[in-house]
């Protein structure tokens, strides 16, 4: 051992037993800062040392896009910071309007100069994001489709210690190349003053303009390159010498998820005996109201006519019981259960204050990151419904009957709201959440069942220091009984 | 785990179901590509987490058959007797599939052959339709000669095939016996074999081809096989150093060490130099005593919530004596299925299990890693390296200040136990002789209305 280890390792045995916790996150770290401490504040370790550039590869009217936003929000949900960079959006702004198909012609020079600018201002943007602002991951979305393209981006990331890792989508099937067409370029600002055939017809002459020149990524010449190539919309993959654990996760998300049309249902139980008395977690039953709930979304469900719908619950009594009065096969998980509150199970906000006011104000500071003592946080909840999140990507039609918090976070990753939104995110009692994936994001139709419910929604309060008035602390309290 | 697989209502509830038909596995390759060393690892795995699965090498029904080895000559594509003998072995080897699949509650079999022909493939295919089996291929296609041959050194040589051949006679016989499969070898096709369900696994998992994966087993097993790899390297499980309350002799809680506990530590690290490891990953969990362990190793460590003790709900920080005085029912229930048993508002070992996966997905990607951890913990960690099963599990002897050096050999694991030398308590409890068992609906109740006074007492229960 050198003579900077060892005394660092004689710093570390004196500090052996000075741990202190970190109040909000209930985290031991070392009394003295210690440089060898640097966590990224989450559950589970990111494993991530340099930062990961994503790039896209692949014709127009592939899916690129649609893949980068979602990949994105998923990153994002899972705690690695993502940020996706789309050229055609560089492009639109340099040009101010779009003529027609033949910016894209391969002989058009002035074009393809403006193209490269713009390649250029979207890989700075990428260098500002990474290096920066210690992003973790970028996505580079753009065609790609030539190996000197892919060239420019390799010694881009190679000058700044990025790792590279390429995602293709090749497709030659014309019902979904046009079905794409029409979910997302006919709406594309690049078409606001087209007819729907006018459209169409430029847009495949788009295409054509980059088949002349596309040369896919290759088995042989690019051995040495990480990839993951998708073809016809996920019936066959290939993947080429993945690096690391987040490649590896991005590829396992990559081969889940599907474009097949479906919906998925997101409500909590009914309500229950202590939702009625303002208190927190526990495993009561339902109340009244809340069986009277659970026959409604029985109707409601048979009313929406879904072939094999898959029903999920939590382990706990009050969506298993909701469950019950639907009349069909459902599935427990135990990773459904609502957030564990720890020693403030079972109690009233009123006796939170009371008992743990720190730990009352803690929360409304930083409510995502916060965790109950001996309980869990949001960010605990996250990564405990990852597996949920994996299998609805795979799954076509499911009514998941949760809880508040989780499916606060269930939402946040559909909806692709931030770590400070999802806490707040209005989950009330007795109402459906139907979520349709639709162009590159997911429609929400809110339905309330009309069987009448307490609210259990806090909103943050306006002072969250840990000396306010028991008064300020509660102002947020919904009524209770 | 091992054990029956429980298909009724009850048991749905704790893991998502994820097959509805049972799974046929087909391995594909040439001899010494890394079949049955995938077969087994992937067994081992979905065991672990729950789904009960079975390999069934074709080579082991032919050495059972034969009794003796000669030569490669059995091989030979035109020995016509051989030929008869190994159809044979393959067909009783695809009727216990069938018996495993169908009658004793398996749900994933993994048959475990060359299967290098299309024609041995499509009986396979059509078996497995006429029993409502899916099927997923996984083929392994290797042509660097050094990896061969490592094979051939780590798990050919010491084949009951070749008890009496020195190494130089094994070695040549073998590379015989891959020709006589060499030439009819027809490997899955992109495009003729375009509707079936398969990875093929290239060059140690430099690539992967993945063709039609139709459900969650599957998509399991693609993730499974895409971050093994055969590096050599070693894993080193071991416990925090001895807390406050392993001395009080209560459990759970988030105690600090102990001074011998802190000696353990110290020694750890010492330890931790003379093996002189190469790029030494360590984690520990995120509970005060793992971390003061890894803080005397004065190197980076990664916290996992993930690695926490198992959370003994209502029972935590209690001595054993105090849970048997207060909810004597849940004691016995304990001792009844320790596996399965879970603490009230806390978790069952094969909770933990499920908790660890990513853990273990972790582990399957690293190299050396050191793991601080608990003692449920190492035991579900230990069961999975081991191969153990379910009820071998919760009584696996992980005691406090000793390290577990696990080095990956052959098919299985070395298992190196090394003591620091510290003294510490014992924290391990023997499974007791079981009593008259109980049914498990009725003590929850019980034991419910003693604490909240509801005035009920009837006795419990007794199922013989």
């Given at each position: ?350 006796e939170i204050q009371e008992h743990f006011p720190e730990e009352f104000a803690l929360r409304d500071q930083d409510k995502y990151r916060y965790r109950y003592p001996k309980g869990e946080s ?104 | ?88 072995c393959a067909s009783a080897a695809l009727n216990d599939v069938r018996q495993y699949l169908a009658e004793d509650g398996g749900q994933v079999a993994v048959f475990d052959a060359t299967n ?349």
């Amino acid at each position: 051992m050198d003579r900077e280890a060892a005394s660092q390792a004689e710093e570390m045995s004196k500090s052996q037993a000075t741990l202190t916790q970190n109040p909000l996150e209930k985290t031991w770290v070392p009394w003295m800062k210690s440089r060898l401490n640097k966590r990224r504040g989450s559950s589970v370790p990111q494993f991530t040392n340099s930062p990961t550039l994503i790039v896209m590869v692949g014709l127009p009217a592939r899916g690129k896009t649609y893949i980068s936003k979602k990949l994105t929000r998923y990153l994002n949900w899972i705690g690695v910071s993502t940020k996706a960079f789309n050229v055609g959006e560089y492009r639109r702004e340099a040009t101010c309007s779009y003529n027609s198909y033949e910016f894209f012609s391969p002989d058009n020079t002035e074009a393809m100069e403006i193209r490269k600018t713009c390649v250029a201002a979207a890989l700075k943007d990428v260098f500002t994001y990474l290096t920066r602002y210690q992003g973790q991951v970028a996505v580079f979305d753009a065609t790609n489709t030539t190996p000197e393209r892919r060239q420019v981006i390799l010694s881009f990331a190679k000058d700044n210690g990025y790792k590279v890792f390429f995602v293709e989508s090749i497709c030659d099937d014309p019902e979904i190349i046009a079905e794409n067409i029409k979910q997302v370029k006919l709406t594309s600002p690049d078409y606001t003053d087209c007819d729907k055939e006018e459209a169409l017809v430029d847009f495949l002459k788009r295409i054509e303009c980059y088949q002349q020149t596309y040369i896919p990524l290759d088995d042989d010449t690019d051995r040495n390159l990480s990839y993951i190539k998708i073809f016809n919309v996920g019936s066959r993959y290939l993947v080429n010498k993945v690096q690391d654990h987040i490649q590896s996760r991005i590829v396992y998300y990559l081969m889940n998820i599907h474009v097949t049309p479906r919906s998925i249902y997101l409500c909590r139980h009914g309500e229950s005996e202590l939702n009625l008395l303002g208190r927190i977690g526990g495993d009561p039953g339902l109340s009244h109201r809340g069986t009277k709930f659970a026959t409604a979304l029985g109707d409601y469900m048979r009313d929406q006519s879904i072939s094999d719908l898959k029903v999920w619950t939590s382990h706990m009594k009050r969506t298993i019981q909701t469950a019950e009065f639907l009349g069909v096969q459902y599935e427990q998980w135990k990773a459904l259960n609502e957030i564990d509150a720890g020693v403030c199970e079972e109690m009233t906000y009123e006796e939170i204050q009371e008992h743990f006011p720190e730990e009352f104000a803690l929360r409304d500071q930083d409510k995502y990151r916060y965790r109950y003592p001996k309980g869990e946080s949001y960010e605990d909840l996250v990564h405990r419904l990852e597996p949920v999140i994996m299998e609805l990507e795979r799954q076509e039609n499911v009514l998941v009957i949760c809880h508040q918090a989780v499916m606060r976070c269930l939402l946040a990753y559909f909806l692709n709201k931030s770590d400070d939104e999802l806490p707040y995110l209005k989950c009330p009692l007795h109402t459906v959440l139907k979520l349709t994936p639709i162009a590159y994001g997911c429609k929400v139709e809110s339905v309330f069942l009309n069987i009448e419910a307490v609210n259990t929604h806090r909103d943050r309060p306006e002072n969250v220091d840990v000396d306010r008035d028991p008064e300020e602390a509660l102002e947020t309290v919904p009524d209770h009984m | 785990m091992r054990g029956c697989s429980n298909r009724s209502k009850q048991n749905q509830g704790k893991a998502v179901c994820m097959t509805n038909c049972p799974t046929l596995i087909v391995t594909v390759g040439l001899p010494a590509r890394g079949k049955t060393y995938i077969s087994k690892k992937l067994t081992r795995y979905l065991n672990w987490i729950g789904v009960p699965t079975r390999e069934f090498n074709v080579g082991q029904y032919r050495r059972d058959f034969m009794k003796i080895y000669k030569s490669f000559e059995f091989f030979r594509p035109d020995n016509e007797e051989g030929l008869k003998i190994r159809q044979q072995c393959a067909s009783a080897a695809l009727n216990d599939v069938r018996q495993y699949l169908a009658e004793d509650g398996g749900q994933v079999a993994v048959f475990d052959a060359t299967n290098t022909t299309r024609e041995r493939r499509e009986t396979i295919i059509q078996f497995a339709e006429q029993n409502g089996f899916k099927v997923f291929f996984v083929e392994s296609v290797c042509e660097d000669p050094d990896v061969i041959q490592e094979n051939i050194v780590q798990v050919k040589l010491c084949s009951p095939d070749y008890t009496n051949c020195n190494t130089d006679e094994a070695v040549e016989d073998f590379m015989q016996r891959i020709k006589c499969y060499e030439n009819s070898y027809e490997t899955l096709d992109e495009v003729l074999d375009r509707d079936l369900s398969y990875i093929k696994i290239i060059d140690v998992g430099q690539r992967y081809l993945v063709n039609r994966v139709l459900d969650h087993i599957q998509s399991r097993i693609v993730y499974y096989l895409m971050n093994i790899h055969i590096t050599p390297r070693s894993i080193y499980l071991c416990r925090h150093g001895e807390s406050e309350l392993n001395v009080k002799g209560r459990i759970g809680g988030d105690s600090g060490l102990t001074t011998r506990g802190k000696q353990f530590a110290k020694k750890l690290a010492q330890f931790i130099q003379t093996q002189s490891i190469v790029d030494l990953k360590v984690w520990t969990s995120q509970m005060k005593r793992t971390i003061q362990t890894a803080e005397a190793l004065a190197v980076p460590y990664e916290q996992w919530k993930a690695l926490n003790e198992i959370d003994a709900g209502v029972c935590e920080e209690m001595m054993y004596e105090e849970i048997q005085e207060s909810h004597p029912l849940e004691f016995a229930l304990r001792d009844q299925d320790k596996y399965r048993y879970r603490y009230p508002k806390g978790e069952s070992y094969e909770d933990l299990v499920q908790r660890l996966e990513p853990v273990i997905m972790e582990l399957e990607r690293q190299e050396n890693v050191l793991v601080i951890c608990h003692q449920a913990v190492m035991r579900c960690l230990l069961a999975y390296f081991l191969d153990k099963s379910a009820e071998e599990l919760p009584y696996l002897k992980c005691p406090l200040h000793t390290v577990l050096k696990l080095t990956p050999v052959a098919y299985g694991c070395k298992v190196e136990s090394i003591s620091l030398n510290v003294d510490a308590v014992n924290t391990h409890r023997e499974k007791p002789e079981i009593g008259p068992l109980i049914d498990p609906r009725l003590v929850r109740h019980q034991e419910r209305c003693r604490h909240q006074n509801c005035g009920e007492d009837k006795p419990p229960l007794i199922v013989r």
